[in-house]
């Protein structure tokens, strides 16, 4: 990252926050990171480096709390309810901000302002996957594969942004799908592996890439735009399905009216950390593609997801789990 492209992303991650009440010091004990991800899975070790990395550079440990369970809503919803006082911040993606009030019926909680970005660290596709007995090999055999199941083909994946990626293919593709919901990657992968379901969606991690490596599991497509080096050898779905793209940004957040100088000082930090090098391959490791993003984008991004899923769910009927 040059210096350019590194002053731009701190200015305005403090232009985002504004003039509001300085943390003089900041900071002066441990900084906590709430993680709303299961111990263990990708976006959780993604959190773990980072913080591992900051710490010292802050001069503070910097701890992660997992926060997991209500497909994502409870850890967002414990940063926003967390004092603004610039020692809580929260790692998770836009998606799962924008459908805390799906998922929790909780019209109080506006994606907007409840929790506030402070910057992005990088985006990911969902990968399309089956066990490797399966007769598909790529999409259009996939859909061929999944039209000849009298009850539909069960769908495995953890949260409402499968869910919802699971019911617009359905529909976009012309093919009954089953969604069966999982608490997070690696047990969906474990289900895929003993054949209880057929096929999930996920975003990439080492220990998908470990089972196709191994011939136990096979990538079909992904949801990006184009083709991914992070789901590699496979097509996206949009080139079989116009328009269909599910592109996962991950960022860090904040409760609102944290202190500016906190919210400068972390987003200095963590620029430090993704400027590193090897962190592009690090991260790409965890399955996801360096981004770095200032909070404004974050935001505009944010206000963006939110519409789609508005006009998604006019015409998709989900369930998110109930």
Do not use: C
């Not at 299961?38 to 503070?60: C, H, K, S, T, W």
């Not at 929790?115 to 969902?126: A, D, H, L, Y």
């Not at 328009?243 to 957040?253: A, K, L, P, R």
Request: proline share 8%.
């Amino acid at each position: 990252m040059s210096f350019n492209r590194r002053s731009i992303l701190i200015a305005a991650t403090a232009a985002a926050f504004g003039p509001v009440a300085w943390a003089e010091g900041w900071p002066r004990k441990p900084v906590r990171i709430i993680v709303n991800f299961p111990a263990g899975g990708p976006g959780d070790a993604v959190a773990r480096y980072i913080a591992e990395r900051m710490g010292p550079i802050l001069g503070q440990q910097v701890v992660v709390e997992n926060r997991s369970g209500g497909a994502g809503a409870v850890g967002i919803l414990a940063a926003a309810n967390a004092p603004a006082d610039g020692y809580t911040f929260l790692y998770t993606t836009v998606t799962g901000v924008v459908q805390v009030p799906l998922v929790t019926k909780d019209q109080n909680f506006d994606p907007l302002r409840s929790v506030v970005p402070v910057m992005g660290v990088g985006n990911t596709p969902m990968g399309l996957f089956v066990h490797a007995s399966s007769t598909a090999s790529d999409f259009p055999s996939f859909v061929e594969w999944a039209r000849k199941q009298p009850a539909g083909l069960d769908i495995g994946g953890g949260g409402p942004i499968v869910e919802i990626a699971t019911a617009v293919l359905a529909r976009s593709a012309d093919v009954r799908l089953v969604y069966v919901p999982f608490r997070g990657t690696a047990p969906v992968v474990q289900a895929a592996l003993a054949g209880d379901v057929k096929a999930f969606f996920s975003t990439p991690s080492p220990v998908i890439a470990e089972n196709i490596k191994a011939g136990k599991l096979r990538a079909i497509a992904v949801t990006s735009a184009f083709a991914s080096d992070l789901v590699p050898g496979v097509d996206p779905i949009a080139k079989f399905v116009p328009g269909y793209v599910q592109d996962i940004h991950f960022g860090f957040f904040a409760p609102p009216g944290i202190p500016a100088e906190a919210a400068t000082r972390f987003g200095n930090a963590l620029t430090t950390v993704l400027a590193e090098p090897g962190m592009k391959e690090r991260l790409a490791g965890f399955g996801l593609s360096l981004q770095p993003a200032a909070a404004s984008e974050i935001a505009r991004v944010t206000a963006r997801d939110a519409e789609i899923i508005r006009k998604t769910l006019e015409t998709t009927p989900v369930k998110f789990g109930e």
